[in-house]
Each structure stands twice: as C-alpha cells, then as structure tokens.
C-alpha cells in the first residue's frame, strides 16, 4: 500500500504530523519552506531585535506638495514620551515611497536639525560628511532604520544591514528631533505619535 501523501497549504501551519509516511524529498521541500517562512518573518519583525521590548507606533505619511515621500514610525518601549524623546533608547523606521539621492537626504537634515538646535559651522562640516558617508541612494521600497541610544549616538541600517553609526550625542539628538522635537517641520507626525504613544 502506498503512503498518502501530504499537503501543506502553508509551510508555516502548526501542527503538521512529520510522522505521516512522507517521501523524503516532500518532507525536505516543507523544511526548506519553512525556513525561508521564518526568515520572512525575522526580517518583517527586525525592529524588535534592533531594540528588545519595542513595540511599533501607528505609520505616518510625510507628503510634500502632494507627493508622498516616505512612511515613518517608531519603535519604542513602555514609558516613552515623545516630549522627552532624548530620554529613551528607540528606534525610526522610515519606509520610502520614492527614489532619493544620499546626499539629498544628509543635506536635508542638516537644513531641519538647524531647526531643532544650533550647532557650530565645524559640527556641521563633521556631520554631514558622516552623512554623506553613511546615506546611500535609496530606491522605492528601500526601509532606513535609525537606532537612537541616548548620550551616546545614532547607528543606521538600510534593508536591514548596518550601513554606518555616528557616536555623537549631540548629534543623535538634533537628527531625531527632526520628528520628535517641538519644532520639527513635520508637526502632524509628532502629534499623531504624542496621541498614539
């Protein structure tokens, strides 16, 4: 008598009987799959990992003159107050909706951290360099993700992978206070997440 064979509508179903007579090629096939199920959900869930206990604020839209540019939010422990952002260790995850050259983006947040505090014209020169180094051009689709550690600085990864950390408080300060400080350009995101948070 043949063995039955079994079928797996997903790779990721509990409570699947490995002890069934199955032919080894089918049962190396589901163990492929599900292996590659749990790297996808590893990689949907990397925030987490960068921070242990964070949990993620409602997504936000920044649109300028009608055109969507990314989606932002933020991955944060209990306890945090976007009042006092540089208090705590959290995470920005901002997901583009459209491609951006590096050095546009670094230009940019030196031009919205002027907004948020001042900084003499060599930390201007240091930093933007840094960014310059560390930003790359990102596509449609690309996720940036910005590790805020208090009095210590910044680490970013793109997609995932590292791409460069600046050990700067200061630093680390004015450049998420793009979002989270009083004087952002982006009021409607900070509001969203004081509510949310």
């Known amino acids: 008598m043949k063995p039955t064979p079994m079928s797996f509508s997903s790779?990721?179903?509990?409570?699947?009987?490995?002890?069934?007579?199955?032919?080894?090629?089918r049962f190396f096939s589901w163990g492929m799959g599900l292996v590659a199920c749990?790297?996808?959900?590893?990689?949907?869930h990397a925030s987490p990992a960068l921070l242990p206990g964070a949990k993620p604020s409602s997504q936000q839209r920044l649109s300028v003159w009608g055109f969507d540019i990314y989606d932002a939010r933020l991955w944060v422990r209990p306890g945090f107050s976007v009042a006092s952002y540089s208090a705590h260790a959290f995470v920005l995850e901002v997901s583009y909706l459209r491609n951006l050259e590096g050095e546009s983006i670094s230009k940019k947040s030196i031009d919205e951290m002027r907004k948020v505090g001042p900084f003499s014209r060599e930390q201007e020169s240091n930093w933007l360099k840094a960014m310059l180094d560390i930003f790359p051009n990102v596509q449609k689709g690309d996720r940036l993700q910005a590790v805020y550690a208090p009095n210590a600085g910044a680490e970013f990864f793109l997609n995932d992978k590292v791409i460069g950390r600046i050990q700067d408080p200061l630093f680390a300060q004015l450049f998420f206070g793009i979002w989270l400080h009083e004087s952002t350009s982006a009021p409607a995101l900070r509001q969203a997440w004081m509510k949310g948070l």
Not at 38 to 43: A, I, K, M, N, P
Request: positive net charge; proline residues 5%.
């Open 11 to 25: 790779p990721c179903r509990k409570g699947i009987d490995v002890l069934s007579a199955v032919r080894r090629q």
């Open 38 to 44: 749990h790297l996808t959900l590893s990689l949907a």
